[in-house]
């Protein structure tokens, strides 16, 4: 899998300290049981020795080994339930002083044996949703409510935009770590290009890799911080790296941004560099080909006419629509 980085570092020092919290708070509880209930204390003292009295056990040379070790393990049940009774009758659960982590599963470890406990991938998938740059999008922008329904006004319409949805549906669901392929989608405003992408964007961040989705201004804006100190909103120089390393890289709106020598290299750099490190990438962007040409170097357009495959919408503004049923 390919979790952002950042994230799964976050995340494992957060695991890290849930579960030594959890085991903090669990000897709290048994110091606060020995004071109230000497008796716990003593039955714990033995509990604890019970290594070593197997281990006598063992090395005693003794003829009838395992019944004395069946003696002990006898002991200890009969002390466990001597305790858990003393516990109750004294208002206190009976697992009161045993460490309750937030996951039994994985004991707040993120890792049951050597494989990745479910608990810990929800949490790199909502940090996922966090770092990808898509913010409320992700919560209202999916597949599922994708409509069709908005395309009907012509069959040609209709069943080109089913074509897109599937075809980025198939991109979604089998992504992996060799999948590069890299999409250009192309059309008016309002036809669900920035839906699509963000449904794509979704689908993949919850199968477990790094996804960066930004507009083609606030990705210009990153480098002019990095290139020449300036900061942004929020007073944050932004590390440009992801858009080398992401998984998947979508860049919407493009187009938009202030386009000079500046802007046209970065953006060439990072197009050249992922097609060169085979890393998939989409590009948003209401532009025409011939706008593109205009716009951009020749180097630019060769490449996302040559290693982009190009989905065009077609139809009706939808937002156009949904305002006229209002």
Do not use: W
């Amino acid at each position: 899998m390919g979790y952002n980085r950042a994230d799964y570092v976050r995340i494992k020092a957060e695991y890290s300290e849930k579960y030594l919290k959890a085991r903090s708070l669990a000897d709290d509880r048994k110091f606060e049981l020995y004071a109230r209930i000497p008796e716990v204390k003593d039955i714990d003292g033995v509990l604890a020795r019970t290594g070593m009295d197997i281990m006598a056990v063992i090395t005693s040379g003794a003829k009838n080994t395992d019944e004395k070790i069946e003696q002990i393990r006898q002991r200890n049940d009969e002390l466990l339930t001597k305790r858990a009774k003393l516990l109750v009758s004294n208002g206190y659960s009976a697992d009161y002083s045993d460490v309750h982590y937030e996951c039994e599963k994985c004991g707040d470890t993120g890792y049951v044996g050597t494989k990745m406990c479910e608990c810990m991938k929800r949490a790199l998938v909502i940090a996922g949703y966090e770092s990808s740059g898509l913010g409320g999008l992700i919560r209202t922008q999916s597949f599922e409510n994708f409509s069709l329904d908005y395309y009907r006004d012509g069959a040609a319409n209709y069943e080109n935009t089913a074509r897109i949805v599937n075809s980025l549906k198939r991109f979604a669901d089998n992504f992996s770590a060799d999948t590069y392929q890299n999409f250009l989608l192309v059309g008016p405003t309002g036809l669900g290009k920035t839906h699509l992408s963000t449904s794509v964007a979704k689908r993949v961040i919850e199968r477990g890799f790094d996804v960066l989705y930004v507009s083609a201004v606030s990705m210009i804006g990153d480098f002019e911080s990095r290139r020449f100190g300036t900061s942004s909103g929020d007073g944050a120089q932004r590390d440009t790296e992801r858009y080398y390393s992401a998984d998947l890289l979508i860049i919407d709106d493009l187009g938009t941004e202030v386009v000079n020598q500046f802007t046209v290299s970065c953006l060439y750099d990072v197009i050249n560099a992922r097609i060169n490190n085979r890393r998939s990438t989409f590009i948003n962007t209401n532009l025409s080909r011939k706008d593109i040409e205009a716009k951009y170097t020749e180097r630019i357009a060769s490449r996302l006419f040559g290693e982009y495959y190009p989905l065009v919408f077609s139809g009706i503004d939808v937002r156009r629509q949904k305002l006229m049923k209002k």
